[in-house]
């Protein structure tokens, strides 16, 4: 075995530069490649988006004031997608997110109540935004005022 290895390798490093030929592939119509090829690329940019939504994810909150840290977060990591990817992206987060637990402040008379509401608002935003108008939400949830207690939800 060793000797045919030996002799192949040294038959191939003395054999004249035309006698090893490499066939060219085979042609294909012009449609039937730019088909695969655009076929192809949609595939890969919905699994690039597919990976991109699964890196980020909202944290548990435990106060008002993390709920719009983390619904700040979803609006800001989404929005570096193309607006493909924005929407899938979108609705992930604030799936994960889900609504602020108003019920919980009901009898609040701190502010947390109508921080809860304007957060609330700030959800509804993100449902709502598109990828070429995320600034609305942007504003709308900074400008929500969490009194400095952070307004911890009731167990």
């Not at 700030?122 to 449902?127: R, T, W």
Request: glycine share 8%; charged share 20%.
């Amino acid at each position: 075995m060793m000797k045919s290895c030996a002799a192949l390798v040294l038959a191939l490093t003395v054999a004249p530069s035309g006698a090893l030929k490499v066939d060219a592939p085979p042609s294909a119509p012009h449609g039937l490649v730019a088909a695969g090829r655009q076929a192809h690329s949609a595939e890969t940019e919905e699994a690039a988006c597919a990976v991109a939504r699964t890196q980020h994810r909202p944290k548990k909150t435990d106060t008002l004031e993390e709920y719009k840290g983390e619904a700040q977060g979803c609006l800001t990591w989404c929005s570096q997608f193309k607006s493909n990817c924005f929407e899938g992206c979108k609705n992930d987060c604030i799936g994960y997110l889900g609504t602020p637990p108003c019920a919980a402040f009901v009898m609040d008379t701190n502010g947390c109540k109508a921080a809860c509401d304007a957060l609330t608002a700030g959800h509804a935003c993100l449902v709502d935004v598109k990828h070429d108008n995320t600034e609305t939400c942007h504003s709308k949830l900074s400008a929500v005022s969490v009194p400095s207690s952070g307004c911890e939800y009731a167990n």
